[in-house]
Every structure is written in C-alpha cells, then in structure tokens.
C-alpha cells in the first residue's frame, strides 16, 4: 500500500537536553515519490521558520539540504517503492535545528563520494549533492547503516 | 511551478523558470530545451527571475544542456540569479562554467 503524505507537530514533552528551551519536534512522513518533494520540504521550512528559523536559512539553506536528502532517500534509499517511506523528524532547540531524514533502504558509504567542484570534475552531470548538504549546513553525520543523515543548522 | 518559453526577434530562446528548478522537474527543463534545439535555436537563455531555489539535480540539468548547447555550436546563458542562488552557483564553482548576467535584459544584449 502507498504511504500517505504525513505530519505531525507536537511539543515534547520528554525530557531533553539542558540546552534545549522549545522542545518542539516536527515530524514529516511521506512516500517513496519526487511528486511530494517539494510539497514535503515547504512544510517543513514553513514550520521550521514559525519556530525561528532565520528566513534565509528556512528560505535557502534548509530547502536546498532538505531537499537533496529527501531526493537521496527516495531515488537511491527506497529506489522509489511507493510502499516504502521517508521520515523526516526536525528537533528544535534553544541553540540549533536538527533535522534528520531516514529511508528504508540498505544505506550508503557516504566516505566515497568525489568533491566535483575539481577543475575534471566541473562539467559532470551528477555527485553535488552531499556536497551542496555539507556546505549548506553546520554538522552532517549519518548512522552506521548508511540509511539516515541528520543535518544540522545552528540559530543564526 | 513551471516553465515559459518565449522566443526573442534575434532568435534567441528565452525560458523562465518558476518556482523551483529541482530533481522532480528537471526534465521538463531538459525538454523544452531540446525541443528548442530540434527546431533550430542555438542560443538559449534561462531566466531565474521567478525561481525559488535549486538542487543539484538542476544545476546537473544545466551543465549537461549546456554541453550539449556547445556540442551544437550554440550557447546557454543564464539570468536573474537572486542571491541564494547566486550563492550555490558559487559552491559549486559554476560560476566559471556559465555566462551569468543580473537580468534577461541585460544578457539579451549582444547574445
């Protein structure tokens, strides 16, 4: 069965870091389609941008990131099985947005990608996309199976 | 979102980009442009005036087209970059690879 586009925004109330002051978690669930990217990462930027998300983070910063994890997680995690689904979960904190998208998928070696801004590597049709991500945002990291990135953007 | 294409007296084609320019539309992008070349056009100009933001699959779009374009004897130029997207084209370091100018207008001069 298709995974139905999802969300849900609610304040936690487990206990959270010292750091945190809002404890809000923004949850997203959406299928295995590029049809529902753009719509996904607009929800997500506008409730990251009610929380204080700077404009230009929300407006450029975290569209561009989210959007080139979420298209990661759909074409290459679920190999776009529509039965297969995308979470993205954004804790907020006094001090950060963390944003973490997770696939269903077998994961990837993220240490074997190229850099393709090289002088050989400029006119290639494809490989910037983690690089855009790590330029975009302050920390990436994965997890060990290679099937979740968290991104993360620190309050300007 | 989408795409208008309009063609210039000096036969130069003109195609707007509104809204997003990303892994969901590329294509469409790349088709209006092959359809342009098909009919004869070897200058082309995308206008990003109307443009919110792009992924890496349409800066990928873009650099192919533009190869092609080459290969074809022709151009593809670009346009009204705002500062967001400016700034990706500078990551990136596309900025070298295309001819970029602030407004249609101005790249329509000359091309």
């Known amino acids: ?156 | 979102m989408g795409f208008t294409v309009r063609k210039e007296p000096t036969g130069v084609v003109v195609i707007g980009v509104d809204g997003q320019l990303i892994v969901s539309n590329r294509h469409e992008l790349k088709e209006r442009v092959i359809e342009a070349v098909d009919f004869g056009s070897r200058k082309i100009l995308v206008d990003f005036t109307a443009t919110g933001y792009i992924d890496s699959s349409g800066l990928g779009a873009l650099v192919s087209l533009a190869k092609k374009l080459r290969e074809a004897g022709g151009e593809l130029r670009l346009a009204g970059l705002n500062e967001d997207l400016r700034t990706l084209f500078e990551l990136t370091k596309l900025d070298t690879l295309f001819n970029i100018t602030a407004s249609a207008d101005e790249a329509l001069k000359g091309f």
């Open chain 1, 1 to 156: 069965m298709t995974v139905p586009l999802r969300l849900s925004v609610r304040r936690s109330d487990v206990p959270l870091p010292e750091s945190a002051l809002t404890g809000v978690r923004i949850s997203v669930r959406l299928p295995s389609r590029l049809e529902v990217l753009e719509e996904a990462v607009d929800v997500v930027a506008r409730h990251c941008l009610a929380e204080g998300l700077s404009a230009r983070q929300a407006r450029f910063h975290l569209r561009v990131a989210l959007c080139e994890a979420l298209a990661n997680a759909i074409l290459y995690g679920n190999a776009e099985d529509p039965t297969k689904a995308v979470d993205v979960h954004v804790t907020v904190t006094d001090a950060a947005f963390t944003v973490e998208v997770v696939d269903e998928g077998c994961g990837f070696d993220p240490t074997c990608l190229v850099t393709p801004v090289l002088p050989d590597d400029i006119e290639a049709a494809g490989g910037r996309g983690l690089f855009l991500i790590r330029q975009l945002v302050d920390d990436v990291s994965f997890n060990d199976r290679g099937n979740a990135i968290c991104m993360v953007l620190r309050r300007a």
